[in-house]
Structures are given as structure tokens and as C-alpha cells.
């Protein structure tokens, strides 16, 4: 069970009547050509309609604020706008409407660990700690730390050989243990405890809990029931992008299988 919610009343993530619209280009000219280019400059300016671009409404006029201290689980239907929330938190994505503030830089998993497929994964940990912002002194420190943590070397010497010949598994371990090495203001977590066995998944568990001590938030979007029960002591239950339900954890999962049917 996740533990209570002692939450630090200084909010870290303030939500006010966010609007995530993505446009999709569904022009029928061939994409490459010269010709949609120049009919695509010829166009700027006029309306989304007359230039064939398709909306899509995908976060609609969501508010919350999140505190220090607190794990939060994001929960829903495929499609339901959790993902594109975090990467609206991030600073990845721009508001068509309402506002996202920050106490903090808010860190993406799987983001701000950049790793790059043809590197072996022991440089893989050093350019992903480089992109949080570890020194490299702190790189070296923890980087023992970091390749125990993933797992990684339990069946052969995998963190010397490049990172495309990882499963996505491995791959996924190794982004969070990065993430993991670092306390951060705002952690985003979007499946990663999905991947892995159940000895992996607790020590995951444990470290998000760990990140919470130190007067973080984390942010947890998965599929898994039991990992948000275990970690989380909120939920934000999204559907069609509309945030639907947020309260604690049992109560916001009892309303949510009961929708679910499982």
C-alpha cells in the first residue's frame, strides 16, 4: 500500500484550466515535394480548416496542483491525455489555453535521459547524467550505483556493448536508474515500471519513495493498478481528456475499475 499523504503545503505543479490542441496535417499533396511546400507557405495565414490541418483536443481545461512530497498517479483510457499532460508539464508542449507553472525543473523520464542507440550504455549513463544536470564528478560517483540499480549486468557484461542490441526492457531500466540517480523537484514517469520483473519493480517502488522524502513530487502514468497502488498516494483519473476524478488513491481506483470492469 502507498504510504499517507504528509505532503509539504508548497505546490511544485499548478495546473489552471490547461488545453493541449495538437494539429495534424491532412493535406492530401505528397508530403516531400516541392509543391505541398509551396502550397503550405502559400497558405500560412489563413485558417486550420482551409489548410487541410486536423485538431485534436487532446487535454481539455484540466486544473490541479501538486505538492512537495507527494506521489501522483496518472490513470485512464488509451488516448485519455495522461502522456501528453506530462510533456505539457515539462515544457514540452505549448497551452492553446490556461496555464502550467512550476516550482523547479520538472524532469521527464525518458526525456532528459537522451540516450542514443548507438553508444554503449556506459556512456549512455554519462551523456543521460550530463542531461540532468550531474556533474561529472557526481557521474562518476554514482555510476556503480546507477548500472547495480538497472540490472542490467545480471546476465553478461551488457553495459559495455551498444544500446540497440538492449530489449526495450532493459532499455527502460536503464533510463530510470539513470532519472533515479538524481533527486529532482518534479520526476514524470510515463510506464516504466511496466517493464522489468517484480524484483525491479520494487526497487523502483522503494527509490520513487525515497524521491518523495526529499521534497519532490513524482508523477506515475501506468496501466498497472498494483504499481500505483503501491506507490502512489494520489490519483488524477483523466478520460477524453477531461480530468474525471482526483482524490486518493483507493477511491479514485475503486471509482475507476468500477468504469473499467477488471
Known amino acids: 500500500m502507498a504510504e499517507q499523504n504528509t505532503r509539504d503545503p508548497r505546490p511544485t505543479v499548478i495546473a489552471d484550466e490547461l488545453h493541449i490542441v495538437y494539429r495534424v496535417n491532412g493535406a492530401k499533396t505528397g508530403k516531400g515535394s516541392a509543391t505541398a ?57 505549448p497551452a492553446e489555453k490556461g496555464k502550467v507553472y512550476t516550482d523547479g525543473q520538472p524532469s521527464l523520464l525518458g526525456v532528459n535521459a ?17 542531461a540532468m544536470g550531474m556533474s561529472r564528478e557526481q557521474i562518476k560517483e554514482r555510476y556503480q550505483d546507477i ?51 517484480r524484483k525491479f519493480q520494487k526497487r523502483s517502488e522503494e527509490r520513487i519513495r525515497e524521491l518523495r522524502k526529499e521534497a519532490g513530487t513524482v508523477f506515475l502514468v501506468s496501466h498497472n493498478n498494483k504499481s500505483i ?25 475503486k471509482e475507476y475499475e468500477k468504469f473499467t470492469g477488471k
Do not use: Q
Not at 118 to 129: F, K, P, Q, W, Y
Open 37 to 93: 511546400a509551396l502550397s503550405r507557405i502559400l497558405r500560412r495565414g489563413s485558417d486550420d480548416a482551409a489548410r487541410g490541418v486536423r485538431k485534436v483536443h487532446a487535454v481539455r481545461g484540466v486544473s490541479f496542483t501538486a505538492y512537495r512530497g507527494e506521489a501522483v498517479g496518472l490513470i485512464g483510457s488509451n488516448g485519455s491525455g495522461k502522456s501528453t499532460l506530462l510533456r505539457a508539464i515539462a515544457g514540452l508542449l
Open 114 to 130: 537522451a540516450l542514443m542507440n548507438d553508444l554503449t550504455g556506459e556512456r549512455n549513463v554519462i551523456l543521460g547524467g550530463l
Open 147 to 197: 548500472v547495480d540499480f538497472s540490472g542490467i549486468n545480471e546476465k553478461g557484461d551488457f553495459i559495455t556493448l551498444p544500446m540497440r542490441t538492449y530489449s526495450s526492457g532493459m532499455a527502460a531500466r536503464l533510463r530510470f536508474s539513470i532519472a533515479a540517480a538524481k533527486d529532482h523537484d518534479v520526476l514524470m514517469i510515463d510506464e516504466a515500471l511496466a517493464t522489468g520483473d
Open 229 to 253: 497502488r503501491d506507490t502512489c498516494n494520489r490519483v488524477l483519473w483523466l478520460e477524453r481528456g477531461e480530468l474525471r476524478m482526483d482524490g486518493p488513491t483507493d477511491e479514485v481506483l
